[in-house]
């Protein structure tokens, strides 16, 4: 059994004045690769490139530009190998998270292409007897520039989520990745230009806060659309209010999984480890609270414990369960999390892992009797940790599962499919998954985002496709008339007539 105590404190990645980026593979310490940041002469002159570029990009059709990023999804399959062994050095992943990655990623892009020149058409909307004598139409046009701020736990996913669908809908890109995870984007860039992706269309800028910061505040950027921590969701928001420009916010989650007397528990306990430890318990939707009735906690806390004795976090990418945090802040601020539970009272069980020198590796740890006064319990964790409390029945459980300012994900466990939907109903969560955890992610034709702290705003779907656009409409006559009937002079007949539709078609 590992002990926390133990773990190794880390130095920082990133030189103190960010003009260059220390690459680092986080499971080794290594130094992959030194990368300068972006200056903001730079980053300005890069948001007009895409601007520029957008003119031509927009006029083409729906059709033609789907085929552009129908060949940019089959350029990232021929590399896939290249691509994923840079996510991996970047992010200290095992290899499966990895391919993983690429999978949903690839799955992502599929589904945009496949929609847009369906959801993005025009679409005649039928209209109300009094204009009957009217056609309207509603067009979704491109903002222009979309700037796009990804974070480091899926450096190939989260970038994908804002870059696809904006470019699909006639925008230009420019994205900020993480400046802990540069080279995955920086790659996806360079594989998107030799599939045929329009030169300057799609751009990528590099470097920490501040390269962020003059990108949200540019008066060339259109919209933002951000995936990250709630405090730095909240200053973009503020930002883009006081310029008036539309923003798109997808932040962190507390996400609770709801385990009643009725389910299956061996399923529910093997849904909550996985959920909790896989990509190192690094992803926005893994399962950080679970709340399990009495009658049945014993047993559920027993199965989770015997499953995570099997559960090896390490650096073999093909043995290891998973791999190591990757970045340093987080890594420690779960480790004082886990110490403040056992502090207040809590009990902790961790299972294997096998660190390398220099690695950001915690082991999986389960944290049962845990209460509301324990940060772990308050806090988003990030890391591979579950927290488990008994509840006493299931109106106990929603409660709790509605007590924070969270509302991301949430999942549900019964053997009741009308029980469930009836919990799901009352769950402030902007995605509920019944009987499994995190599958709502990869259901990319639904929508997804949060509720609460935890965005503002829809990604997948048809509403995510559309978030990256400006609704017009259009109304044109289907037949003239000399005149409309409210037009002056309004006649004594005319005034009769409308007091008459009044009556027929409201009384």
């Excluded at 329009?198 to 659309?225: C, M, Y």
Aim: hydrophobic letters at 40%.
């Amino acid at each position: 059994m590992a002990d926390i105590d133990t773990l190794p404190k880390q130095n920082p990645e990133i030189v103190p004045d960010h003009s260059i980026l220390d690459c680092m593979n986080p499971a080794t310490g290594e130094i992959i690769e030194k990368i300068p940041a972006t200056t903001v002469e730079e980053i300005e002159r890069k948001i007009i490139t895409a601007r520029e570029a957008s003119h031509a990009w927009c006029r083409l059709t729906l059709r033609q530009r789907a085929k552009v990023m129908k060949k940019a999804q089959k350029a990232l399959v021929a590399r896939m190998d290249e691509i994923v062994e840079i996510v991996l050095d970047e992010t200290g992943k095992t290899d499966f998270d990895g391919v993983i990655e690429m999978l949903t990623t690839l799955e992502i892009m599929r589904f945009n292409r496949k929609m847009a020149p369906r959801v993005l058409a025009p679409e005649v909307r039928p209209l109300g007897l009094l204009v009957k004598n009217k056609r309207g139409t509603v067009h979704y046009r491109p903002y222009g520039v979309v700037g796009a701020i990804s974070p480091w736990n899926y450096p190939l996913i989260q970038p994908s989520i804002l870059v696809v669908p904006a470019l699909l809908a006639g925008n230009g890109v420019v994205l900020k990745p993480s400046e802990f995870t540069p080279l995955t984007a920086l790659k996806m860039k360079e594989v998107y230009d030799d599939a045929g992706v329009p030169e300057g269309i799609f751009q990528v800028v590099i470097g920490a806060g501040d390269v962020g910061k003059t990108l949200v505040e540019s008066q060339e950027t259109d919209i933002i659309a951000f995936t990250g921590s709630v405090g730095v969701g909240r200053k973009i928001a503020v930002s883009c209010a006081e310029q008036l420009k539309p923003v798109i916010l997808e932040l962190g989650g507390k996400d609770p999984l709801i385990v009643l007397k009725d389910a299956n528990l061996k399923r529910a306990a093997g849904a909550a480890v996985w959920s909790g430890f896989h990509n190192a318990g690094q992803t926005c939707i893994s399962v950080e609270r679970v709340y399990v009735e009495e009658y049945v906690a014993d047993e559920f806390i027993r199965l989770v414990n015997e499953m995570t004795q099997s559960i090896m976090a390490g650096h073999n990418r093909d043995s290891s369960d998973y791999g190591s945090m990757t970045t340093v802040p987080q890594f420690e601020k779960v480790k004082a999390q886990i110490e403040d539970a056992r502090e207040k009272g809590a009990q902790i069980f961790s299972g294997e892992y096998s660190p390398s020198n220099g690695g950001h590796f915690l082991p999986p740890t389960v944290v049962t009797d845990a209460d509301d006064t324990m940060a772990i319990m308050q806090q988003e964790t990030f890391g591979p940790v579950i927290a488990i409390s008994r509840v006493k029945d299931e109106e106990d459980a929603v409660e709790q599962a509605n007590s924070m300012n969270f509302g991301l994900n949430a999942s549900i466990f019964t053997k009741d499919k009308k029980k469930g939907r009836r919990l799901a109903s009352r769950i402030q969560a902007g995605n509920i998954v019944i009987n499994d955890v995190e599958t709502n992610y990869l259901c990319v034709d639904v929508p997804f985002g949060g509720i609460k702290q935890s965005g503002i705003g829809r990604l997948h779907g048809i509403e995510g496709l559309r978030s990256f656009t400006q609704i017009q409409s259009i109304v044109e006559d289907r037949f003239g008339l000399k005149k409309e009937l409210w037009w002056f002079p309004v006649s004594n007949g005319t005034k009769k007539l409308f007091r008459s539709l009044i009556k027929l078609l409201y009384g």
